[in-house]
């Protein structure tokens, strides 16, 4: 009977603890993991059944904080610097489990970082908005009231800087020496020069970037077999010279006329190497029909005709058929496409 009786008693303890080790072992978690959820009391509070990744990294950080055991396990893993301290923050700032889903789900690393900087803010109408910016809502409000548009048109237009008069807030162009580079009223070159200019065949006085000198050449062997005659007119300019140029503008129309064709000193595209001016060979303006022709080839060889008539209230210059900016094929034919100015192309794709 006695022998039963320790039979039983090893039959029950082997089941505890069985049973014991399988409800362990049944949570993914880490045995580390397990031990600092019983140093901070919230064992209880853990969904064994739903492994939950962030809680599992919140709990082998340096940054688990108990109050947030709940969150943790509804909140994604993303797979981002210091994740736990953005979400501590977060959290922190008052944003729901599933705002900060969002969050990290729509929203660029670089405007994270600039909203672990503010108070809570209403994201929600620009999560579909991939080009805002996180410290410009207000002025996004402000544009849209003010002219009656879209959310995204007033996030575009303001990103451009068309929100303040143009020359009124310039900012120094930092990739000067990219054939991407965006030059207008708002982005200054300073006094930057291109280090590999090259003369054009037509004239050696006339110069352009290398790359974008070779691309014209074959721009102008492309149209002779078309029957399309151009030569350049003006390419190259220096800071100096555009300052020259400009003044003299001024002087003869005033500031106000002078800006809507000529470019101040620093915000002129010929600057950079890569912008040149067409005329029709025999004349000294570019004909309509040649005009039409850049209009459908120049792409091809890397050229978009930067100034159109309905772009002047986003670019702030007249029509210019004339004037021909060098992006490269791929870009030029991708903006061709799109039928945007390059400024909003720069804005929305390559910024
Ligand atoms: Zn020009």
Known sequence: MKKYLYLIAIIILCSTITTYFYMEENI???????SIMKKYNVYNQIDKQNYSKTLD????????????VNNYQNIDYVEVDNFITKVNTLLNNSYSNEEINDIFKYISKKNIEKLLEEDKLDLKPYY?????????LDKYEEYKDLHNCSLEEAVLKVNIGLDHDFYTQIEEIENSNEYTVLVNKYHSLGTYAPNDLKSLSYDSRYKLRAKAADAFEQ????????????RPYSAYR???????????YVARDGVKEADTYSARPGHSEHQTGLAVDVWSEGYNEIRESDAKWLQDNSYKYGFIIR???????ITGYIEEPWHL???????????????????????????
Do not use: H, W
Not at 128 to 136: C, G, L, S, W
Not at 219 to 230: E, P
């Open 28 to 34: 993914a978690y880490s045995s580390k993991a397990v």
């Open 57 to 68: 990294f919140a709990l082998n950080s340096n940054n688990f904080n108990e109050k947030y």
């Open 128 to 136: 579909y908005i991939k080009n805002f910016e996180v410290d410009k």
């Open 219 to 230: 721009l102008v062997a492309a149209g002779k077999l078309d029957n399309v005659y151009i």
């Open 238 to 248: 220096s800071y100096q010279t555009q300052k020259t140029l400009y003044n003299n």
């Open 307 to 313: 100034y159109t008539k309905e772009n002047m209230p």
């Open 325 to 351: 900016r060098y992006l490269g094929v791929d870009i030029a034919t991708d903006v061709v496409d799109k039928d945007i100015t390059y400024d909003e192309y720069y804005d929305l794709y390559l910024k």
